[in-house]
Each structure stands twice: as C-alpha cells, then as structure tokens.
C-alpha cells in the first residue's frame, strides 16, 4: 500500500513525498477509521481525502460550504487527471443533470457537494444509490457554535450518520480550540475518531504588529514590497473596502473590493480577477477568503482590529500557502479596541458578550504584547513554543525598547486607588489617564478630582503612551478592567499588595513611546523562506503560466504553482524526463505542459547562462 500511495502521489499530483502526518490521515482513513484532522491552512489538508479516494474504490463525498473552493479544487483535480466533480447552486438545471448521471454511471471518485444541498429532498436517496465509500466534512469547526464561524446548517449534516452509519467519516479544519474539537467530535457522532492535530506554525510566516499612523502609505509601503505579487487586505467595514480599493488604484496598484453588500456578480468578477492575477490586491471584509485556494499570496495587511485572534490565524493562513515567505501585518490603533466594544455592547444576548469581550481582549494583548507574535498565536491554540527566538515577527527581530517602570506604575494604580478613595467607586481607563495627565472636563470637575495628590502627576508620558501602561498592567494582573460598555479599571488584589509593599518588586515595562520612522523592508525575493532560483527565468515562467491560464480559462496556478515553476528555473530541465522529475508535475500536467515549458526554458538559455545554487 505504501508504494501504492506514493506512486498515485507522484502521478496525480507531482509529489515525491508527503508532508507531516498526510500519510498517517490516510492510512487511518483507508482502514476505515473516523479521522478528526487540524491540520493549518497551507498544510495539506485536502490531499488527506483526495488521495484516498483515488486509491479506493467507489465515491467519496467532500461536504465544503464553500462553493469558490468547490469549483477550484475540482478544475484542479481535472487538471491533474483526478475525475472529480461538484453539485452547488451555481449549476443550472441541465448542468446538474449530466453529473448526476455520471455519478449514476460510477464516472466520478470525489463529488464536492454543500450543505444546503444535502438537505434537498431526494439527494440523501441518491447519494445511497451512489454507495460513497468515504464523507469528509471540510471546515468542520462551522459545526461548532464555539467555533469562529458557526454556521446552523453545518448541525443538519450529522444526520448523514442515520443513513451512512457504517461509513468512515473524515473531519477537517484549520483552526479550532480544545472546546471546538471536543464539539465537532460530538456534533457529528464520529466513532472513536483517530485525531491528528498538526502543528500551527507556519514559519513561512512573517508576523508585524506597527502602530496604524498613516494607513494609506503603510499599505503601499508592502505592495511596493511585493511589486506584481497577490495581497489581501482587511477592512471592518464594507465602505471602508471600497474607499481602500480605490484610492490604492489611483496610487498605481490594481485593487478591488470584496464584501458580502455587493451584488454577487461584481463580488464573483473581483474574486476571479484576483484569482487569475488580473488584480494585485483585494480590499475586503471578512466575508473574503475561506473559499480561496490560491496559494500565492504574499501578504495580508488588516487595517483594522480583527475581533479574535482565531479569525485573525485563519486570514494570516491565506498568505504563503506554497510555503513560500509571505508577510502578515497588523495596523494597530487603540481606538479600535472602543470600537469593537461598541459592536459587542449591541449584541443582544449576555452569554454572547461575555465571550466575544474575552476574545477581543486576547486579540488586544497579541497586538500589544512585546513577547513573540507567534507563541502568543500557538499559546492560544494549547501549542507550546519553545523557541527564544522565531527569527520571523516584528518582536523577535525588533525587540520593543523597555524601562525601568516601577514609578509609572506606582503612579497609575495610586491614581486607581485615590479616585475609588475619594468617590467610593471605580471609573474607566480613560478618566485615569485624564486625571494623571491633568485633564480639565466635566467629570473632574464635577468629582473634584483635581484635588487629587495623582492629578497631573503623569506629565512624563501623553495619553496615549498611559492608555498603552495601563493596559500592560492589566495584563500583568495587577489592574483589571471590567467587561461591558460602562468598563471601569480597579486595583486587584495582587495590584493592591503590590501597592502597599515598601519593598516592592521592580516592573519592567515596555516604553510606550511613539513608533520611529519604520525602515523599508528589503525585497521578498531571495528572502529565507524562499526556493532560490534564477529569477529572470522565474519571471518568464510566470507570464508564460499567465498566458496558458488565460487561454484555458483557470487561474494560474491551476497550471502551476510559484513552487512548481521556482524548481524549474532551478533546475533548468529541458527534456521531458528532466521535466517530468520536477515538483508538482504529474503524469497529465507533463503531457500537457512538457513540450512548452521546456521549449521556453531551452530559449531562455540560448541567450542566459545557467546559475548554480547551494
């Protein structure tokens, strides 16, 4: 079976080998187990079910809700010779029609097909009909109410056990807490499922937190970076999107919006555009993304605080799915923080507020935290990370200046005590801070705060750097600050010893002073992380991918990927036995394609030397 399965590998797919825990999936998967998979995006998740139903007989069913993904993953199977199809709404009448007869007629191995359409009446009785041999549950974390995308209709498909009782069952995410593991193991009765919990890191990763000054030219700062390469940026609002999209273009990089208040056929023909490299950059909601396959996105910028660190891991993981370097930069400004606390305020249900409120508070102390991006993200996901340094976030390679901040902290939660002291209750963040910077409003006048021994003793620092020390000393658990739209500050118990200690442990805290003037990267290309190769060739390829894309109709990495093609103009192979070594070339892609990549690459070198490389 092993030589088997690395045979198909290398035919349908172009590899020579598997990725982490990939082989072990689908052993567990072709012995007929059910299979629990977290697995990142970028990690092979979807090799997991495709390359056993190739190997098996019969039909697997690939339950995804996401219908751009469906028709991607099927062009990409058909174009690697794997007989593939899919059933969704975006098929008229005659189009369902012909499938469905070819399913009848044993012509398929994988049949994507959508919740939804799960439920119509009469599928469940034709899918027995069909006898499928495998069901896997892509994006199984929307089952989950826990989970950072629940979505109701995702419960209905645990009814497939009543029918399909006997058969082994797949469940796949890319990102899901202990809680909503737990949850999709129950939701949908998987029998002693065999988990593989695949690492979250993604080292290819480079992480950046910088202070949201100037977001317009921060953002054309990183599309200049990655000149005629994907990027995706997110918005908190659809206007926002659209204001982005534009402004970015009339600066000389094709942009466009995407949010879920377009009409669906200007929101499909940006999403294509983008997908085919017909536009660099994609200014969106997060209504974008999760039916994306495109695997060479070279940064994801948010301009604004996502509401959680889960989505926020899940829209970094659409740069870099190659395992090429890509860049995952935050714009962060403390306003948001209000904002988002407004939106929770509305929301109708208290059970609901309370978890969003500690979600948002996680996502504030990653923004924030001087400790490193990326053990902050795997803490976050039970994964222990136990390197000093990852060599790939902003505070790793730019550790935050520190001081000496036993007086600053002192002043702050004196301050904290004497307003309680005076009023005999707690007031928010904010009026500390107007109070230690001397501040002259309604509030303190009305309190007679000014006669305060704290007032307009903090002159040392502006308001924004004390917002920055109080936050860190809530997150050192010497303040806490109470959920709610009315949020006051108060000195905990460990605040109030620490306060009252003569010999009081000396804090180290992060100087909140303002940002310098931040350095302009060097070029992505030939950064660690990176395949090296001869990148004028690399170029070529690439139009010549482009133009082979643009004849059939597919996007270009359909064809093939930057990985793919970052091999060829390596290992310069002008034969076809030579090409048909290369990664990412199967049997059909090397009958395909062979003949007019090495006639390109042989051309290349009547007019360029070969480069070696280490």
């Known amino acids: 079976m092993g030589a088997n399965l690395k045979s198909q590998l290398k035919k349908t797919f172009g590899y020579e080998s598997f990725r982490p825990l990939q082989e072990e999936i689908i052993r567990a998967a072709l012995d007929g187990r059910d299979v629990l998979v977290l697995m990142p995006t970028g990690g092979g998740k979807s090799l997991c079910y495709q390359l056993p139903a190739l190997v098996r007989e019969g039909l697997t069913i690939v339950v995804s809700p996401l219908i751009a993904l469906m028709k991607d993953q099927v062009d990409a199977l058909q174009a690697a010779g794997a007989p593939a199809t899919f059933l969704n709404s975006t098929l008229n009448a005659d189009e369902s029609r012909h499938r469905i007869a070819g399913l009848y007629r044993g012509e398929y191995k994988l049949l994507y097909i959508a919740p939804e359409r799960l439920m119509l009446s009469g599928t469940i009785e034709m899918l027995e009909s069909w006898k499928p041999q495998c069901i896997a549950i892509d994006e199984a974390h929307c089952i989950s109410e826990w989970g950072h995308d629940f979505r109701p209709e995702y419960r209905q498909i645990a009814n497939l056990r009543d029918q399909f009782g006997q058969i082994p069952m797949m469940a796949l995410t890319a990102t899901a807490t202990d809680r909503v593991r737990e949850d999709i193991a129950t939701q949908l009765r998987l029998h002693e499922p065999q988990r593989f919990i695949a690492s979250f890191n993604r080292p290819n990763l480079q992480y950046r937190v910088t202070p949201r000054r100037s977001a317009l030219r921060q953002i054309l700062e990183v599309a200049s970076k990655h000149e005629g390469e994907s990027g995706i940026i997110y918005c908190g609002s659809r206007n926002g999107t659209e204001r982005l999209a534009?402004?970015?273009?009339?600066?000389?990089?094709?942009?466009?919006?995407?949010?879920?208040?377009?009409?669906?056929?200007?929101?499909?023909?940006?999403?294509?555009?983008?997908?085919?490299?017909?536009?660099?950059?994609?200014?969106?909601?997060?209504?974008?993304?999760?039916?994306?396959?495109?695997?060479?996105?070279?940064?994801?910028?948010?301009?604004?605080?996502?509401?959680?660190?889960?989505?926020?891991?899940?829209?970094?993981?659409?740069?870099?799915?190659?395992?090429?370097?890509?860049?995952?930069?935050?714009?962060?400004?403390?306003?948001?923080?209000?904002?988002?606390?407004?939106?929770?305020?509305?929301?109708?249900?208290?059970?609901?507020?309370?978890?969003?409120?500690?979600?948002?508070?996680?996502?504030?102390?990653?923004?924030?935290?001087?400790?490193?991006?990326?053990?902050?993200?795997?803490?976050?996901?039970?994964?222990?990370?136990?390197?000093?340094?990852?060599?790939?976030?902003?505070?790793?390679?730019?550790?935050?200046?520190?001081?000496?901040?036993?007086?600053?902290?002192?002043?702050?939660?004196?301050?904290?005590?004497?307003?309680?002291?005076?009023?005999?209750?707690?007031?928010?963040?904010?009026?500390?801070?107007?109070?230690?910077?001397?501040?002259?409003?309604?509030?303190?006048?009305?309190?007679?705060?000014?006669?305060?021994?704290?007032?307009?003793?903090?002159?040392?620092?502006?308001?924004?750097?004390?917002?920055?020390?109080?936050?860190?000393?809530?997150?050192?658990?010497?303040?806490?600050?109470?959920?709610?739209?009315?949020?006051?500050?108060?000195?905990?118990?460990?605040?109030?010893?620490?306060?009252?200690?003569t010999n009081r442990k000396t804090l180290e805290l992060t100087r909140p002073a303002p940002a310098k003037k931040e350095k302009t990267s060097r070029p992505r290309k030939g950064r660690a992380g990176d395949l090296e190769c001869d990148e004028a060739l690399f170029e070529k390829l690439r139009t010549l991918r482009r133009e082979l894309a643009s004849e059939r109709g597919v996007p270009p990495y359909i064809i093939f990927g930057d990985v793919a093609l970052r091999h060829m103009a390596r290992d310069y192979p002008t034969t076809l036995g030579a090409f048909g070594l290369g990664h990412g070339v199967g049997e059909k892609k090397l009958n395909e394609f062979g003949e007019i990549f090495t006639k390109e690459i042989t051309s290349y070198l009547e007019n360029n030397p070969k480069r070696e490389f280490a």
């Open 246 to 501: 534009q402004r970015i273009t009339e600066n000389g990089v094709k942009a466009a919006p995407y949010h879920a208040g377009m009409n669906a056929k200007d929101r499909n023909r940006n999403q294509e555009g983008f997908i085919r490299d017909e536009i660099q950059v994609i200014c969106a909601t997060i209504a974008f993304g999760m039916g994306i396959d495109k695997p060479d996105v070279r940064f994801v910028i948010h301009q604004d605080l996502p509401k959680n660190l889960e989505g926020y891991y899940q829209e970094t993981g659409r740069a870099g799915r190659d395992g090429l370097s890509a860049d995952c930069v935050l714009l962060f400004n403390a306003a948001d923080v209000t904002k988002q606390t407004g939106f929770i305020e509305e929301k109708p249900d208290e059970h609901e507020r309370t978890i969003a409120r500690n979600l948002l508070q996680q996502m504030v102390h990653y923004a924030e935290s001087r400790e490193c991006r990326r053990k902050v993200l795997l803490d976050y996901f039970s994964e222990t990370y136990d390197e000093e340094n990852c060599g790939a976030c902003d505070n790793c390679l730019e550790p935050k200046e520190t001081f000496e901040g036993t007086e600053s902290a002192q002043k702050f939660l004196a301050c904290i005590f004497r307003v309680h002291q005076k009023t005999h209750f707690n007031v928010g963040l904010n009026h500390i801070v107007d109070v230690l910077c001397g501040g002259d409003n309604e509030k303190i006048r009305r309190w007679n705060h000014q006669e305060l021994s704290t007032y307009n003793i903090g002159t040392e620092f502006g308001r924004d750097e004390w917002k920055v020390i109080g936050r860190e000393l809530v997150r050192l658990g010497l303040a806490f600050q109470t959920p709610g739209q009315m949020s006051v500050i108060e000195l905990t118990e460990q605040g109030a010893q620490w306060l009252r200690d």
